[in-house]
């Protein structure tokens, strides 16, 4: 043997062409997929990011409001990644950078000397500090340690510095967007309670929405009632920011005091149940006025309750532009159902997208027929079955909870669907199954301009029947013979 | 054992400024420490992942909790011309009870998974922050699933805090050297074998550079990592000669191959035209000294006269277009120059450049290029490159992604020439496609529209005012608005 470097020779396993044929045709398989499903210690293609990668897109929903990540710089170059490709935009955050130092001694003279750093470098009015796996392994104590950096002068005087325990090894995003919110929200509103006043406004919690056109139509459905809102929290500005050959670092959020007057508000409203139940029963404990928790205005039933509770709250009518805007997306679904009717669908996502994708997708009598999600719950796979079972077209619908996306590409080669809904990630499946992806959850890298366009409210109704059925006449268009190629559709 | 292993990496005997350093601050290696509370590039898990990914046919498992591949599987944009394996996202996704307990025996299953149903001819086992704080015997556990499984389970140790990204490129080296380079015999041996080293088929660079290399009659035995075969990088100890096309980030692997096995490497670019040239007549001497036939040079040359010969006559047209026009550039290593001599050769004006990631070596070359009093910068934060773009008046940014959106809100035209790129601009063809995309950019007529003051903005009246052709007011350029 001619190793001459004392290693040991090691076996390698030669893949045959034939070998290599052999297991694409099986991974297509009813018998793979069995095994698939069998799978215990491993994940592949995960569908979801960690929790510290939502707790930065609340910290990005603040006016002047610095994202702090609290553990190695790698995890915060890649949250700073993820969000430049989906929304095409800057998204400035900065990390503690710790090392194996700081695995050795504690994470405090990190996030000392980078609080002092950031607020020199990029000063901000709030540091929202969030934590990613080193310090939550070697157990940082977070309270003790920012107490420290105010006494020793790291935190600059009335420096607002909410923070939170993302553990990447727990939950997802969803999660750490929760956590954070609140610890902001704690933070902002401490003291700020007056017994007696009322702000007169709506409190309004959208949840981990990385679509800043959902924003938008949001605050025009609040101004076409006449409510003044305040958004908890709102990255429409600072996540998609208009061009005027200005570079901020920090160009919109909600301002610091609207947040703190949140607490003296006239109604709290989330739309992200699944999303926000911790900031929620927090807010439900502290916040004056009237308090509900409903999902996504997605599809129209969903959007008609989300306008009847916003007249209930504020004891204001349905404005005669919402109605007319009603009238116009059902007379677009009765335009385009027949593209839809009895057509097949594959969903995954977060859960309050999934119970919002499902409901549209029912409305308009398309069928869900695998319905996946990488971290669920038993609560939402109860939610998603008893909407499915209301449904005529909802009774062939199977619920996956805590699936990967390699489980999905299983069930769409063994149980044909004619459509996927989903994110970038899911290209790879849907090229798999030779079915179109709609890109309508997060993240998108490879369309543009996707989360520029609501999906929420009647507007959302008719954006999304408008790219779902344009696209499947696209494919018989593209698909049909000369005899079939017809100039009316 | 990390810190051996960095310090090994690290240890670079050939450098004069690690001669020059006492005992203890060579100890150090020449990273630099990070700083806490900037902004923070990649780190070494990443580095590491980046630098292997690129071997196709191999499964690549993340052992970590979800952030590690959650965030970042399939955003590698490296071409494989064959397998797919790579692209797939695999990892134990470590909960809080694995943590507890320890997630030896589930990262063993998870190996077995992979044999069974996905069959590589090897598994690359990444280290976490998270595998490496609570203990896991990385090591143990690959060689024991490689015994268990039969086939080769390689630990790569660079976990996330153990520095940046750069570092974590050369652990992944390192992690070649100790576990794979050397363990297999090539089937055959020709006087033209070459291993590229450092190129990962970003946009499908090596695409267009191997055959080039084909035409000259060399052999790429192995690339590392590039559109990579594992039994190929397993067997590259037998090339003759080796060609290093990102220096900072794979040194320590070329010069330890050299060490190991006698095989010279040259540290080359293929960017821009007269730096493809120069590789590739450095690729061939370094052949014939080691006992090609001559002849080679000759080849060399002629294919080298007629490929420039091509590439400027298609390049001609630009060139009129070009010239004079101002780039900064902000990019890493050895792109920091070898694009700075590429854009010159086009008779444009390098008006700044980064040097980050740039070693001793990328820095005496920039000088050279572009002069003593050269501009250069280190990291760059956003406010500071947007002050830089309006001051250097700059007509386009070359950058990462990252960078690309500060740019754009300076309503400066930018081309992303690192992973997100979507061209490939490595030799003589990528320079063509470079400049063609640098020319699509500048003369975007997007640009002279968002630069163009709206009706109602005062600028408007005295542009519309301005006398038809002749003395028209100068229009706004990107400096002319108001700063931050």
């Known amino acids: 043997m001619a190793n001459d470097f004392e290693l040991p020779v090691k076996p390698v396993k030669d893949i045959t062409p034939e070998e290599e044929a052999r297991v694409a045709a099986w991974i297509n398989t009813a018998e793979y997929r069995e095994k698939n499903f069998a799978r215990q210690a491993l994940v592949i293609n995960p569908a979801h990011a960690c929790q510290p990668l939502g707790a930065e897109l609340v910290a990005h929903g603040f006016e002047q409001t610095l994202p702090f990540v609290h553990g190695s710089q790698g995890c915060a170059s890649y949250f700073r990644s993820t969000f430049n490709r989906h929304f095409r935009e800057p998204a400035p955050a900065v990390c503690s950078a710790m090392t194996e130092d700081g695995a050795v001694f504690g994470g405090q003279n990190n996030l000392h000397e980078g609080l002092e750093n950031a607020c020199a470098l990029y000063k901000p009015k709030m540091v929202a500090i969030f934590t990613s796996c080193m310090p939550e392994i070697i157990g940082d104590d977070l309270t003790a340690f920012i107490k420290n950096a105010r006494q020793k002068g790291h935190l600059p005087k009335g420096m607002l510095a909410p923070y939170a325990n993302t553990p990447s090894f727990n939950g997802s995003y969803i999660h750490g967007y929760d956590a954070m919110l609140q610890a902001i929200l704690e933070t902002l509103t401490e003291g700020k309670a007056v017994e007696g006043r009322c702000t007169g406004k709506l409190n309004f919690i959208a949840g981990f929405d990385a679509n800043t056109g959902n924003y938008r139509e949001y605050k025009r459905i609040f101004e076409a009632f006449g409510i003044p809102y305040t958004f908890l929290a709102d990255i429409s500005e600072t996540l998609d920011s208009p061009l005027d050959g200005t570079y901020r670092i920090y160009p919109g959020g909600t301002k610091l005091e609207d947040a703190a007057d949140s607490i003296n508000g006239k109604a709290t409203l989330t739309v992200a149940p699944y999303t926000t139940p911790k900031t929620y029963t927090w807010v439900k404990d502290n916040y004056a006025g009237a308090h509900a928790s409903m999902s996504l205005p997605m599809g129209i039933a969903r959007t008609d309750a989300f306008l009847m509770k916003l007249s209930e709250m504020f004891e204001k009518p349905v404005p005669e532009s919402l109605k007319a805007e009603r009238g116009r997306a059902v007379d677009a679904m009765t335009d385009s159902h027949q593209y839809m009717h009895g057509k097949r669908f594959a969903v995954y996502g977060d859960p309050d997208y999934l119970v919002g994708y499902v409901s549209f997708l029912l409305e308009m009598g398309a069928k869900p027929i695998h319905v996946l999600c990488s971290k669920g719950s038993k609560k939402l796979e109860k939610e998603l079955r008893a909407i499915l079972d209301a449904s005529p077209y909802g009774k062939e619908g199977k619920i996956y909870m805590n699936k990967d996306l390699w489980h999905l590409r299983s069930l769409l080669v063994t149980e044909r669907v004619d459509a996927l809904i989903g994110d970038t990630h899911g290209k790879f499946a849907a090229r798999d199954a030779g079915i179109p992806l709609f890109r309508f959850g997060f993240p998108i890298f490879d369309r543009v301009n996707k989360h520029r366009s609501p999906l929420i409210g009647y507007q959302g109704v008719i954006n999304m029947v408008t790219e779902i059925c344009n696209k499947f006449i696209d494919i018989t268009d593209d698909t049909c013979d000369d005899r079939n190629f017809e100039m009316m559709r | ?484």
């Open chain 2, 1 to 484: 054992m990390l810190a051996a292993k960095i310090a090994e990496v690290l240890n670079e005997p050939g450098c004069a400024t690690n001669r020059a350093k006492s005992a203890k601050d060579r100890k150090k290696g020449c990273t630099k420490q990070l700083q806490p509370g900037a902004a923070a590039g990649g780190c070494a898990f990443d580095g590491a992942k980046i630098a292997l990914q690129p071997i196709a046919d191999a499964a690549h498992l993340v052992h970590g909790p979800i952030a590690c591949e959650g965030n970042s599987w399939g955003s590698r944009n490296t071409g494989s011309s064959g397998p797919t394996l790579y692209r797939r996202g695999f990892t134990t996704d470590l909960d809080e009870t694995d943590v507890v307990m320890g997630a030896e025996r589930k990262l063993l299953a998870a190996v077995g998974e992979i044999v069974a149903k996905h069959r590589p001819p090897a598994v690359f086992v990444y280290a976490t922050c998270v595998t490496s704080l609570i203990g896991e015997d990385l090591a143990a556990i690959c060689k024991a699933a490689c015994a268990r499984y039969g086939l080769p389970v390689i630990p790569v140790e660079a976990p996330g805090f153990a520095g940046s990204k750069n570092l974590g490129n050369k652990l992944a080296g390192q992690a070649l050297l100790d576990h794979v380079i050397g363990t297999v015999e090539p089937e055959r041996t020709t006087p033209y074998d070459v291993n590229i080293i450092g190129e990962y088929n970003v946009a499908g660079e090596l695409w267009q550079v191997k055959p080039l290399l084909e035409r000259l009659g060399m052999r790429v035995l192995a690339s590392i990592s590039g559109d990579g075969r594992y039994r190929d990088v397993a067997a590259s100890h037998r090339a003759r000669a080796a060609l290093l096309v990102c220096s900072r980030a794979m040194l320590n692997l070329a010069r330890r191959m050299e060490e190991r096995w006698g095989i010279p490497f040259l540290e080359g670019s293929f960017y821009g035209i007269s730096d493809t040239s120069d590789a590739l007549r450095g690729l061939a001497r370094l052949l014939v000294e080691r006992g090609a036939p001559p002849e080679l040079l000759i080849r060399t040359e002629a294919v080298v006269a007629e490929e420039e010969a091509r590439a400027w006559s298609r390049l001609t047209p630009f060139r009129e277009r070009l010239a004079g026009k101002k780039v900064l550039l902000y990019t890493g290593g050895v792109k920091s120059w070898s694009v700075v001599s590429a854009l010159q050769e086009m008779g444009m004006e390098v008006v700044g450049t980064s040097v980050r990631k740039s070693t001793e070596g990328d820095l005496a070359r920039i000088h050279a290029l572009m002069g003593e009093d050269a501009h250069t910068f280190d990291s760059l934060p956003g406010m500071k490159m947007y002050a830089l773009l309006k001051e250097a008046k700059a007509d386009i940014l070359l950058a990462g992604g990252r960078s690309q959106f500060v740019a754009l809100k300076a309503k400066v035209p930018f081309l992303d020439v690192n992973q997100e790129r979507h061209h490939g601009y490595a030799g003589y063809e990528g320079m063509v496609a470079l400049v063609r995309e640098i020319d699509r950019a500048i003369s975007s007529p997007v640009f002279r529209e968002v630069r163009r003051p709206a009706p109602w903005e005062e600028s408007y009246l005295a542009e519309a005012l301005s006398p038809p052709g002749g003395e028209r007011a100068p229009s706004p350029s990107p400096s002319s608005s108001k700063g931050p």
